[in-house]
């Protein structure tokens, strides 16, 4: 029963980790502004490249700072690492293990750069060769899907950012995370319900954008490693240059579209997959005009930021997912092939 | 009969773009240079972002420059754009139009950057707002799905990434790319006997790594935009952290596998996908070792060097991808509900 229990281990996890590691976070803030760091490589794999690509989002938007997402086989395979300058690395990983981030890491120490792991094994290879490491605090994560060490990267990283900008409102609004996850776990048995639907469904995409593609990702990853169904996610901008054409109707599109800046281009393809194309929507939103374009609408609380909706968005999706894994008859501890920690070079 | 007639017409444009524009080429290296770029900021969509892809690498394995994909939403939706310093912009487009790629590259010059635009239509709003313009001389391309305008996008960032490093043995191998394409063409008729086994295909995954990741996401944007199947492309790693779990018996997998610096982890995943999960394979390759691994292997020519194989290996997935369209009845020249210019905010 790993999994169920760590999804609801969530908001007790985040509520603990605001409380316990904001000061620390703070310090490492106030080192990143000493060091005019002008840009950001970001290593992870899995479901830490998700949280990277919040990342991405967050710290472009409210930090201004561009991130360029590592490519790791250029330090294993090729030898031939970017030239960095001014440069902070971030290497985010659940086991610390992987030997292809853990290089990415080392090669920015060795250039000099500012190097942070957040990771939720403080004495692995990863937090070894980083300046600063932050810990997940997440405790043990047993199933091999992760839920509980996501939402603790995210949230870390908001901290990072909020701590960047000295921004007491974005630092209010983070205590209400708990809050909101709690909420959205409520929401269980008609998740439960709703998912029986797709007990044969094979394929699916998921659609996100700005700060909900990393959300978009990380359920069609989920979807991927316990359903087995091939659930691609898009950008709806990068859906529209070319992969809508697999659409037709009754094919089921997953679509996480809290209100937001890019909520008016997100409505507008909703509206253009449900009224033109026919297809059928699971939809996770705080906004009521998308809501109820779904055949699933799944309600996440009214007053949740955009920033920080990628939490509560992404606990629905652990939910449904876990439910439909049920629905199918596999079993969400053992999912077939794959295993905890994956070592990649 | 455009798509066709565009895919046969490669060797030459290319061959004539390699003679017309390497001087010009030389210039902007030499601008490049002067100027002292410390990262690229890469922006495009669809077909051309994955010509970004290729640059990723390029630009990172030869010329140790380190590049962020940019984020369009964070210029048009957001309207915060990140500060960069010392930084090159790239906007690539068949059609210079969509006006979140050429948000990107006016932010850009407004911040004193330098302003690249690749793109065919070197009077368009993208061109327009570059300080340079590489014409991608590719002709009218009428066909939907983009084919010839991807091989000039990346044979134009080859010849940019070897003019900055001056390197002649690279220029050389440069030149006998057009033949390498000329040679796969020659496969046609293989190829169209070969997509027949897969008329029923709904789904598949895409494989590449390193300079190939770029041919991976080509391969399966070709294949859903054309036959819409739900083809997902992966870096062979990422694939491992766990997307595999969606691998069955018989599930059908796209490798693109030339030898290189990533052919032995490629293999690896190849070999563990073959024997122990049964998958059934179409392989792209110059290595036997794998291709004897495929139920259809295609072979693309022996001395094809790692940093150019996107170009040829792209060609034989375009064939596969045309030839499975007609055979699953589709129109290759008119797909359903995508057009040739797409505009996103």
Known sequence: MSLLTEIYEQPQRLEELITHQY????????????????MVLLAAR?????????????????????VALAVPSLYTNYQTPPELHNAMVI????????????????NGREQNCLSIAITNQPDSPLANAADFVLDLQAGPEHAVAATKTYTAELILLALLSTALNEDKQSRQEIDQVPNWVAQVLKLND?????????????QCVVLGRGYNYSTAFEWALKLKELTYVSAEAYSSADF??????????????MAVVPRGKVFP???????????????????????????HLAEIPIAIPEQVPEWLSPIPSIVAGQLFTYHLTRIKGNDPENPRTIVKVTETH
Do not use: C, W
């Not at 659940?94 to 290089?103: E, Y």
């Open 240 to 253: 529209m240059h070319g992969p809508i054409a697999i659409i037709a109707g009754g094919f089921p599109v």
């Open 190 to 202: 008609y998740i439960a319900d709703a998912a029986k639907r797709y007990r044969y469904m094979q």
């Open 46 to 66: 899995g479901t830490s490249d998700n949280a990277g690509r919040y990342a991405n989002y967050l710290l472009g938007n409210r930090n201004h700072l561009p």
């Open 91 to 106: 290497g985010i990983s659940q086991s610390g293990q992987s030997p292809d981030i853990v290089s990415v890491l080392q």
């Open 23 to 38: 000061q620390q976070i703070k310090q490492v803030a106030e080192v990143i502004k000493q060091k005019k760091i002008q």
């Open 265 to 291: 281009t997100m409505l507008e393809t909703i509206t253009l997959l449900k009224d033109q194309l026919k297809a059928e929507m699971v939809v996770i939103s705080n906004a009521k005009e998308v809501l």
